[in-house]
């Protein structure tokens, strides 16, 4: 499968922002799309946003006017533009890829990266 590497999560003060990164590796795949997605603790993980392959977005109710999702396809990495950032805000952030092989359609995640945003 392919792989996911996340990196720029943190502690930050309410009304700060932070930039997570995750980039993909592996060989002979194709990416569908990629996107982030936030656990808090005794919580579903829900998605924060996401990014096709064409380039269409979307982004969680919550979130939307101050989170950003971008992508370099050189490089196979998507990032998280976080600003304005609550505590409600708080989680572990998972990214997601959506990918096509020879095996087929399918999905992987990331370790997972904590934010936290204290006030």
């Known amino acids: 499968q392919v792989q996911l590497v996340e990196s720029g999560g943190g502690l930050v003060q309410a009304g700060g922002s932070l930039r997570l990164s995750c980039a993909a590796s592996?060989?002979?795949?194709?990416?569908?799309?990629m996107g982030w997605y936030r656990q808090a603790p005794g919580k579903q993980r829900d998605l924060v946003a996401r990014?096709?392959?064409?380039?269409?977005?979307n982004y969680a109710d919550s979130v939307t006017g101050r989170f950003t999702i971008s992508r370099d396809d050189a490089k196979n990495t998507v990032y998280l533009q976080m600003n304005s950032l609550k505590p409600e805000d708080t989680a572990a952030y998972y990214c997601?890829?959506?990918?096509?092989?020879?095996?087929?359609?399918?999905?992987?995640w990331g370790q997972g990266t904590q934010v936290t945003v204290s006030s």
């Open positions: 997601n890829v959506e990918f096509f092989s020879s095996a087929g359609f399918r999905v992987s």
């Open positions: 592996g060989s002979a795949f194709s990416i569908n799309a």
């Open positions: 990014i096709s392959r064409g380039g269409s977005t």
